[in-house]
């Protein structure tokens, strides 16, 4: 492990217009909450990638940026190292942000009121590419069976009509965390064969998995399940550099590369800022050791965490973590509202996190709370809860 990475050091990060910080202190009107809702991480960025942002800042000038041949060959042989999966260049496409392409592939590749099926609960960003395009979200609740969330495949069979055209997935899983095995993909693949689906598969959480799990990418299918593939991924969350601004889809098919090649360009997005192709570069190239160090980090985390909840707050029922550095926590057996925890939360315990229904109907029961920060962000976080846990059992 390099010296220069100090996961351990806490970063104030207020007065920095910060999404996870300074935005949900104004949703709050408080300077004084611990926030674990926002799903990126209090860590310094790796040094290779903060490096060559410098040298850009350095040389002065700041003109349109446009891709090299680096940025494909970073995402190829991360691909290549990290999944054992050969990708090429030709299918590569820049994008800004998944919210975005998720969006943009509704848009280009169905019609209006045709229906798009989704897992719920569901990423909200996924959910609403789909309803704010006006298509219908074809909801396939995941159901729970031997403690862990999973698809309802005979279910799946039931929602397919004459006017589903797209399913979207989340691989691995937000907010439950859950990492589909070849098997379940494999089964999703064939359903969109049979039935002659698009499948747009999020990865962005891809490189986040728990010891002991392995992460498939959907890249991996058959031959004909590649055909009517899109798969969106993305460096911003594997090395904390979601500020950039920088995802990239990869489309086997060249016919559905191309529709969705001329949308992007259609809006004026198929540059990216200054600072993305460094940060595909220097993260997929360079950052090896950062990364390793961030992934046990984020398994220590979880371990203490766990040990912590069990000790202190039996009642809450944390999910297995499989991938991401999120955890999906149930409340139900306090017997409370959503309201009445969220008040709890804000009011007593001066935490913050996501509640269930920001997910969906189907996430009311539950809250999703961000590992990823420093040891003592988390400690002083549940030592606030525990000394406020009295007031919730009331």
Same mark, same amino acid.
């Not at 998944?98 to 592939?105: D, G, Q, R, W």
């Not at 500020?243 to 198929?270: A, C, T």
């Not at 976080?381 to 059992?393: I, S």
């Given at each position: 492990?390099?010296?220069?990475?100090?996961?351990?050091?806490?970063?104030? $990060?207020?007065?920095?217009?910060?999404?996870?910080?300074?935005?949900?202190?104004?949703?709050?009107?408080?300077?004084?909450?611990?926030?674990?809702?926002?799903?990126?991480?209090?860590?310094?960025?790796?040094?290779?990638?903060?490096?060559?942002?410098?040298?850009?800042?350095?040389? &002065?000038?700041?003109?349109?940026?446009?891709?090299?041949?680096?940025?494909?060959?970073?995402?190829?042989?991360?691909?290549?190292?990290?999944?054992?999966?050969?990708?090429?260049?030709?299918?590569?496409?820049?994008?800004?942000?998944?919210?975005?392409?998720?969006?943009?592939?509704?848009?280009?590749?169905?019609?209006?009121?045709?229906?798009?099926?989704?897992?719920?609960?569901?990423?909200?960003?996924?959910?609403?590419?789909?309803?704010?395009?006006?298509?219908?979200?074809?909801?396939?609740?995941?159901?729970?069976?031997?403690?862990?969330?999973?698809?309802?495949?005979?279910?799946?069979?039931?929602?397919?009509?004459?006017?589903?055209?797209? %399913?979207?997935?989340?691989?691995?899983?937000?907010?439950?965390? $859950?990492?589909?095995? $070849?098997?379940?993909?494999?089964?999703?693949?064939?359903?969109?064969?049979?039935?002659?689906?698009?499948?747009?598969?999020?990865?962005?959480?891809?490189?986040?998995?728990?010891?002991?799990?392995?992460?498939?990418?959907?890249?991996?299918?058959?031959?004909?399940?590649?055909?009517?593939?899109?798969?969106?991924?993305?460096?911003?969350?594997?090395?904390?550099?979601?500020?950039?601004?920088?995802?990239?889809?990869?489309?086997?098919?060249?016919?559905?590369?191309?529709?969705?090649?001329?949308?992007?360009?259609?809006?004026?997005?198929?540059?990216?800022?200054?600072?993305?192709?460094?940060?595909?570069?220097?993260? %997929?190239?360079?950052?090896?050791?950062?990364?390793?160090?961030?992934?046990?980090?984020?398994?220590?985390?979880?371990?203490?965490?766990?040990?912590?909840?069990?000790?202190?707050?039996?009642?809450?029922?944390?999910?297995?973590?499989? &991938? /991401?550095?999120?955890?999906?926590?149930?409340?139900?057996?306090? &017997?409370?509202?959503?309201?009445?925890?969220?008040?709890?939360?804000?009011?007593?315990?001066?935490?913050?996190? %996501?509640? &269930?229904?920001?997910?969906?109907?189907?996430?009311?029961? %539950?809250?999703?709370?961000?590992?990823? /920060?420093? $040891?003592?962000?988390?400690?002083?976080?549940?030592?606030?809860?525990?000394?406020?846990?009295?007031?919730?059992?009331?």
């Amino acid at each position: 492990m390099q010296e220069s990475i100090k996961l351990d050091q806490v970063i104030d $990060r207020r007065n920095t217009n910060c999404a996870k910080w300074d935005t949900m202190d104004q949703v709050y009107h408080s300077q004084d909450l611990i926030h674990l809702g926002v799903a990126d991480m209090d860590f310094k960025a790796p040094q290779s990638i903060s490096d060559a942002f410098q040298s850009c800042v350095d040389h &002065g000038i700041y003109g349109y940026t446009d891709i090299n041949e680096g940025f494909y060959e970073a995402i190829i042989r991360w691909f290549r190292d990290k999944n054992h999966t050969d990708v090429k260049k030709e299918e590569i496409l820049f994008c800004p942000r998944i919210s975005i392409s998720v969006s943009l592939a509704v848009e280009t590749y169905t019609n209006p009121g045709e229906e798009v099926i989704i897992h719920t609960p569901s990423y909200d960003a996924l959910y609403e590419g789909i309803v704010k395009n006006h298509r219908v979200a074809v909801e396939s609740p995941l159901i729970i069976r031997d403690g862990k969330y999973t698809i309802d495949f005979d279910e799946l069979e039931t929602l397919v009509s004459e006017k589903t055209k797209m %399913y979207i997935l989340c691989s691995p899983f937000n907010p439950v965390s $859950r990492v589909w095995d $070849r098997e379940e993909l494999e089964k999703i693949g064939a359903f969109c064969v049979k039935h002659k689906l698009l499948l747009y598969v999020d990865e962005i959480h891809g490189d986040f998995t728990a010891p002991g799990i392995q992460f498939t990418t959907a890249l991996q299918l058959a031959d004909e399940v590649r055909d009517r593939l899109i798969v969106a991924s993305s460096p911003t969350k594997t090395f904390n550099v979601p500020g950039v601004i920088v995802s990239y889809l990869i489309i086997p098919n060249g016919k559905y590369k191309k529709m969705l090649e001329e949308d992007i360009h259609r809006l004026g997005m198929n540059n990216p800022n200054i600072f993305a192709v460094a940060a595909v570069e220097q993260g %997929y190239r360079n950052s090896d050791d950062w990364y390793d160090a961030v992934l046990t980090y984020i398994d220590e985390n979880d371990a203490f965490t766990r040990e912590y909840f069990g000790k202190h707050f039996p009642e809450f029922q944390i999910f297995p973590r499989e &991938g /991401t550095y999120l955890l999906w926590i149930s409340y139900e057996a306090l &017997g409370c509202s959503e309201d009445e925890l969220k008040e709890w939360f804000i009011r007593e315990a001066g935490v913050e996190v %996501y509640m &269930g229904t920001k997910f969906g109907e189907k996430g009311l029961g %539950y809250f999703r709370l961000n590992l990823g /920060t420093t $040891r003592k962000m988390l400690s002083d976080a549940f030592e606030r809860m525990r000394k406020a846990y009295p007031l919730l059992k009331k």
